[in-house]
């Protein structure tokens, strides 16, 4: 994942694509994406961008989050001959066509989430009042759903998105799958059924989630904490399984070469993560979920804690080298 998050405007919007690549191809598209990012970060009114890469099976997407400082600027770079012409580019990696959709960010409930979905919809011609009084139905259903996070509607733009688009969040898969096979929803989707023409979902899910446990009733992880949490366990484990191990045991007394020896231990790094993390998570819940009233403080004391962590394990390890 890659993100490059500055504080946002009042009128800020996102673009939410999510496209899927076709096997065999992932590493082309991540060059690709690497250009795009590059251009779109030249273009004005560009604020920042979030890389999601896929995390099947619960997500088989690349989701692109891109944030502008306004609706005239995000339609500006979707119009633009530039991304129009890297568009064309890509076109041979893709399975079937991108979902593009701009997103207001004036208000909670928008990507990332623990698990989150998008519904696209197509109404029917003059159907629309319709679709909006169904809409209030089934938002008011899913905010009793156990484990919901937030909701967000919204309605086409005009030679950008003709869709109606739905952001659904909850605390966790389970929960959100629980939801979307509940007989409540079900029967809201047949009453639906007159006046919609396609509905397309599509999941996305953030990487790292599954090393931090949901707890009901509150909020998910945020992703940028996550982050940190990762590289505070990845970077003594990579350093200490490569003095330890991979360097003199793999390529020296094995004599493994590098690329083999660094896969062996990137393999390592990940499942020792995958207990590391999850036990740090537990002793950093004060800072993950801190209580109502004291998340400002709560933040600023991790996020300061973890880089001092940082600072210290890195001159410990240059007395090492």
């Given amino acids: 994942m890659t993100a490059a998050a500055l504080r946002p405007t009042a009128s800020a919007v996102t673009i939410v694509t999510q496209t899927q690549v076709r096997e065999g191809r992932t590493e082309e598209f991540a060059a690709w994406q690497e250009r795009i990012g590059q251009a779109v970060a030249e273009f004005p009114g560009f604020i920042g961008q979030t890389v999601m890469r896929p995390c099947p099976p619960a997500q088989v997407d690349w989701v692109i989050l891109q944030k502008f400082d306004g609706v005239p600027s995000a339609m500006a770079w979707l119009r633009s001959g530039q991304r129009r012409r890297l568009l064309e580019q890509v076109w041979p990696l893709l399975v079937g066509p991108d979902d593009v959709h701009i997103v207001r960010d004036g208000e909670a409930g928008v990507l990332p989430a623990p698990a989150s979905i998008v519904f696209a919809t197509r109404i029917r011609q003059g159907c629309e009042d319709a679709y909006r009084r169904w809409e209030r139905k089934i938002a008011a259903a899913q905010a009793n759903a ?3 996070q937030g909701y967000r509607f919204e309605p ?22 629980a939801w979307l096979r509940s007989p409540a929803r079900q029967a809201l989707l047949e009453e639906a059924k007159v006046f919609t023409e396609e509905v397309r979902a599509r999941p996305v899910r953030t990487g790292f989630d599954q090393w931090f446990p949901t707890v009901a009733g509150r909020q998910g992880v945020p992703v940028w904490k996550q982050n940190m949490l990762v590289l505070l366990m990845l970077y003594p484990v990579v350093f200490l399984f490569g003095m330890i191990v991979q360097v003199p045991i793999l390529q020296g007394r094995a004599g493994l070469p590098f690329w083999l020896a660094l896969f062996l231990g990137n393999v390592a790094s990940v499942t020792l993560l995958s207990g ?3 036990w740090t998570s537990r002793r950093f819940g004060w800072w993950l979920r801190p209580g109502d009233g004291r998340l400002q403080r709560a933040d600023l004391a991790g996020a300061v804690l973890v880089a001092s962590l940082y600072a210290a394990t890195m001159f410990v390890f240059s007395q090492l080298s």
């Fill in 156 to 177: 086409p733009v005009p030679g950008v998105q003709e869709d109606w688009l739905a952001i659904l969040r909850f605390d966790s898969q389970e929960n959100l799958d």
């Fill in 276 to 278: 590391l993390v999850p």
């Fill in 146 to 148: 156990a484990g919901f």
